[in-house]
């Protein structure tokens, strides 16, 4: 499964390892190449400006340690002049330039993120989400699947999904060791077995 982005600090990768964690998704849109997903604003808190913050990285105050993040298109910049707890898992950042609750409302919503070259280096069997979307999904006997879009975590678990080359609804498929057994970055494909059961029917042959 996907894990979240850890602290800099610490020698292990971001996100994505079949079996386990919780995903760092793409995102909606066209997400530019080289950034990973860290974050995202939520609603404002009182009126100077502070605003919800929730964190992917696997230490969830870690996420200030990046620098200035962005917006999915990179076009925009976010420094976090201050971060502290807000209880429930949820932070709460005061954002440079962000000054009352107007500003802090116009960025509910955004997602925040982080340069990929300032992520830790993979280890064996652990990848970053961003690295898996565009790889061609093919099946054990080399039949071609579709493209991976996206790795999403609904509650149970992380799902890659997975767009048919002809079109149509999209394949979900368990992110597990069981129904992907290889995954080949220097390749740029996923080799997946399907379960008995998928939500979507595999394009006819």
Known sequence: ?????????????S????????????????????LVLVGRFGAAVGLKG??????????PMAIAD???????????????????????????ARVAGVADRDAAEALTNIELYADRALMPAETEDEFYV???????????????????VDVVN?????IVEVKPPHGGDTLLFPFTKAVVPEIDIPGRRVVIAPPAEVDGEPPAA
Do not use: C, H
């Open 154 to 158: 609904y509650g149970a678990g992380d």
């Open 66 to 92: 990046y620098g200035a993040l962005t917006d999915q298109t990179g076009a925009r910049a976010f420094d976090i002049e201050n971060l502290r707890p807000g209880g429930q898992g949820i932070l709460v």
């Open 15 to 34: 996100s994505g390892k079949p079996g386990g964690g919780v995903s760092a998704r793409a995102g909606q849109g066209a997400v530019r190449a080289g």
């Open 50 to 59: 502070e605003i919800r913050l929730q964190s992917f990285t696997g230490d």
């Open 130 to 148: 961003a690295d898996l979307i565009g790889l061609s999904a093919v099946t054990v006997a080399g039949e071609r699947l579709g493209e991976v």
């Open 1 to 13: 499964m996907a894990r979240k982005p850890p602290p800099r600090r610490q020698p292990s990768p």
